[in-house]
């Protein structure tokens, strides 16, 4: 990525060790980043066609996230950005899931204008954010527990999916019936909202279901996907609305590995037309998390001149 928000190449490394084990073990993460490192980067340069010599700065993740992890990729920009005697960029995380906006690639697309809504929803959180400008974000609402990924994620394990459960939830309810099941709604005050109360009803759904007829989850399971991802779906989209007509926000926009789910950006999509809404939707490979989204954050730290310093660290909890 050159600073003109044109991506020139988005290279992620393989996420297999966290399939094998069900989930993210820290260590192993954190490992796996010290071994892909070094050939992801001259993999990203080949395609890029770029000399490591014309590169205008370096961004990284500083945070949030896990701390080995971040480590990794803290030191690995710092040495490079020293080596090269370029601007270091520290970038935040649930900051850049909302600048994907703004990742520009050979398919033309409208970018949200200021101020804008958006729904950040990754694995490891869901905000409402009021965005003014590209480094100008207000975080208006929040999970108060877990995350709208987790939520998909402890869904899918409980009817024995593989990590992370999200897309194989989102492939199964395509063909199940939402309303076979009925699960809780959240009755969150304000625009917080919780994903616990939901998990627990769902465990005792499949649980229950499984002590009377053993074989349910299996059988029942494209119904129960429907269910679990419908009422995911229906708390994030009421929140959203709820916020963008007391704001009285036109411009929405929705980011984060979530909202790579089908029903989400249909649903989405749909509310927009009805409520006379703009909204932006990023194509899958900016949903989920990716380098490009990085680069364009660091690009928009950069213009700014807010640059970090080399001695620079990461923060796993970065507010
Ligand atoms: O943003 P992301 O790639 O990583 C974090 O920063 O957490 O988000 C990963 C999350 C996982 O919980 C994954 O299950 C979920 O995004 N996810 C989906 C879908 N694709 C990814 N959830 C529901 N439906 C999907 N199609
Ligand atoms: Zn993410």
Redesign the pocket.
């Known amino acids: 990525m050159l600073i003109d928000g044109v991506v020139r190449s988005n290279v992620i490394a393989g996420q297999a060790v966290h399939e094998a084990w069900g989930g993210v073990v820290p260590e192993l993460a954190s490992r796996a980043h010290q071994e892909h490192i070094v050939p992801v980067v001259q993999q990203a340069l080949a395609q890029a066609g770029v000399e490591r010599e014309q590169l205008s700065g370096i961004a990284f993740t500083q945070g949030p996230g896990l701390i080995g992890a971040l480590l990794v990729g803290t030191c690995f920009a710092r040495s490079m950005a020293q080596a090269l005697g370029v601007p270091l960029l520290a970038v935040h995380?649930i900051q850049a899931?909302v600048l994907a906006h703004f990742v520009r690639d050979d398919q033309p697309r409208p970018v949200p204008s200021f101020p804008f809504l958006n729904l950040t929803v990754?694995?490891?959180h869901t905000q409402l954010v009021l965005v003014r400008s590209p480094l100008d974000m207000e975080v208006i609402g929040s999970t108060l527990d877990d995350a709208a990924?987790?939520a998909?994620?402890k869904g899918a394990k409980l009817l024995g999916l593989p990590y992370?459960?999200?897309?194989l939830?989102?492939k199964y309810a395509a063909t199940g019936d939402p309303l076979r099941f009925t699960l809780p709604l959240s009755a969150m005050p304000g625009l917080d909202m919780s994903f616990s109360g939901l998990k627990t009803a769902f465990m005792n759904l499949v649980r229950n279901g499984e002590a009377r007829t053993p074989g349910f989850a299996e059988r029942e399971r494209d119904h129960l996907c429907a269910s679990l991802q419908q009422a995911i779906v229906g708390q994030l989209l009421g929140k959203t609305r709820k916020a963008a007509r007391e704001l009285e926000i036109r411009e929405l926009a929705i980011s984060?590995?979530?909202s790579?789910?089908?029903s989400l950006r249909k649903e989405f999509a749909a509310m927009g037309t009805a409520e006379g809404w703009t909204v932006h939707i990023p194509p899958f490979a900016y949903c989920?998390?990716n380098a490009a989204m990085i680069a364009v954050a660091g690009a928009f730290l950069l213009e700014a001149g807010r640059t970090a310093s080399l001695d620079v660290v990461p923060h796993a909890n970065l507010g």
Do not use: C, L, Q, Y
């Open positions: 995380h899931h990754s694995g490891g990924g987790e998909f994620d992370p459960g999200g897309p939830v989102d984060g590995g979530v790579a789910n089908s989920t998390d």
